[in-house]
Every structure is written in structure tokens, then in C-alpha cells.
């Protein structure tokens, strides 16, 4: 009994106890602030389906109405030109066409006079000559301008772009353009969803020539 309360008295000191360091763990630390360094994700660019390219050509309009062959001669010219600007602008449309003094033309000789034709509501002005004779009479009808539809433009430059998603042609549904243009403004939106420029001619009989701008 004795041996055991020495015992217990000798482990007993008057220092104090050292502290025991706390050990640290991985959840306990302090995590860096510093930047990442994964990349950033860009956004792709998306594709677009292609316009169908057109496999038939632009229909040529129906007018009708044409004068007998042995109506006036100024009727039978007015419907000639009045037919002519409607298979140029591409679509059959009110069309009108006046030629002061065209009453006169049946006399021989030549004449020359200036004729206002008005499409759609759309008005420009030409010459026209006619060489005529006894029996038998010639006309030609020029003009530095012609009217067109955008429906027809359009047309023109999805045939020559093939990779095209959208046209897109800076002019009204029925435009009056002088055939010395530098053409009508088109920008076409690829697959690639790239913006492109390009330039639509119209030459007087109606045909659209396309070309990179």
C-alpha cells in the first residue's frame, strides 16, 4: 500500500504541462485565392444551312392582251414595249406605256419620240424610233433604265453563291435601275456564317449579272 502512494506522489511535478501542437489537415487549410489556370471556353460559331440553289431558270412572265395584227400600229408598239419591260423586271405586273405623238407613226418616215413606260407603279422614260413605210414599219425601243423585281436579284446571286444561307439586296420589292449602275447592293450571310458583299448588274433586257463586291 505504502510502495504504491510513493509511487503516486513521485509522478506529480510543479511544471507545467507542455502544449500538444493541434496537427493540421488538408480540410483546415486555407485554399489560394491566386487565378485559375484552366482556359476559358470561347463559343463556336454556328453553321447555317444553305439556301437551295435554283435548278430551273427564272420563269419568263405570261402577258396577255396582245392586239390583233391589224390593229393600229401604235397599239401594237405600246404592247410590245409594255410585254418586253415585264419580261425584263422578271414578273407580270400593270404596266403602261406612253408615247406622245406614237398616233402619227403610221406615216411614213422616221420618227423619233420620247415614251414614259410605268411598271408597277415604278414610271422611266425612253427613246423610241420607228422607220416606217408604206406597207411595212420597224421600232426600237431604248432606255438607260429598266425595272426589276428582288425576287428575281435574289435568284440571280443564290445561283451563283452556292454556300449561301441569306441574301440580303438593298432595294424595294420592284426597283427602277439605270443599266450604267454600278449594280445593286447585295450582302450575303454563308454557312460559315460570314458576311459577304457583292454587286448585281442589270443589263436592259432583264438579265442579273452577279460578282464578289
Known amino acids: 500500500m505504502f510502495v504504491l502512494a510513493a509511487f503516486a506522489l513521485s509522478s506529480c511535478s510543479d511544471s507545467k504541462p507542455e502544449a500538444i501542437p493541434t496537427p493540421t489537415t488538408a480540410?483546415?487549410?486555407?485554399?489560394?485565392s491566386g487565378p485559375s489556370s484552366a482556359p476559358i471556353p470561347t463559343a463556336s460559331t454556328?453553321?447555317?444551312t444553305a439556301l437551295p440553289?435554283?435548278?430551273k431558270p427564272w420563269p419568263t412572265p405570261s402577258v396577255t392582251g396582245a392586239p390583233?395584227?391589224?390593229?393600229?400600229?401604235?397599239?401594237?408598239?405600246?404592247?410590245?414595249?409594255?410585254?418586253?419591260?415585264?419580261i425584263a423586271a422578271g414578273k407580270t405586273a400593270a404596266t403602261t406605256v406612253k408615247c406622245p405623238g406614237i398616233d402619227k407613226v403610221e406615216t411614213p418616215g422616221k420618227h423619233e419620240l420620247t415614251c414614259?413606260?410605268?411598271?408597277?407603279?415604278?414610271?422611266y422614260t425612253g427613246t423610241l424610233t420607228v422607220d416606217a413605210k408604206q406597207y411595212t414599219a420597224s421600232y426600237k425601243f431604248t432606255s438607260e433604265s429598266v425595272a426589276i423585281v428582288r425576287a428575281k436579284v435574289v435568284d440571280a446571286v443564290q445561283r451563283t453563291v452556292t454556300d449561301a444561307a441569306k441574301v440580303t439586296c438593298t432595294m424595294d420589292d420592284v426597283a427602277v435601275v439605270k443599266t450604267s449602275d454600278a449594280g445593286i447592293a447585295c450582302d450575303v450571310t454563308t454557312?460559315?456564317?460570314?458576311v459577304q458583299p457583292y454587286k448585281a448588274q442589270v443589263s436592259g433586257n432583264g438579265q442579273v449579272l452577279v460578282a464578289k463586291a
Open 27 to 32: 480540410s483546415s487549410s486555407t485554399p489560394s
Open 53 to 55: 440553289t435554283p435548278s
Open 116 to 123: 414614259t413606260v410605268t411598271y408597277a407603279g415604278k414610271p
Open 191 to 194: 454557312t460559315a456564317n460570314a
Open 68 to 86: 390583233e395584227n391589224d390593229a393600229p400600229l401604235a397599239d401594237r408598239i405600246t404592247f410590245a414595249i409594255a410585254k418586253q419591260a415585264q
Open 46 to 48: 454556328p453553321t447555317l
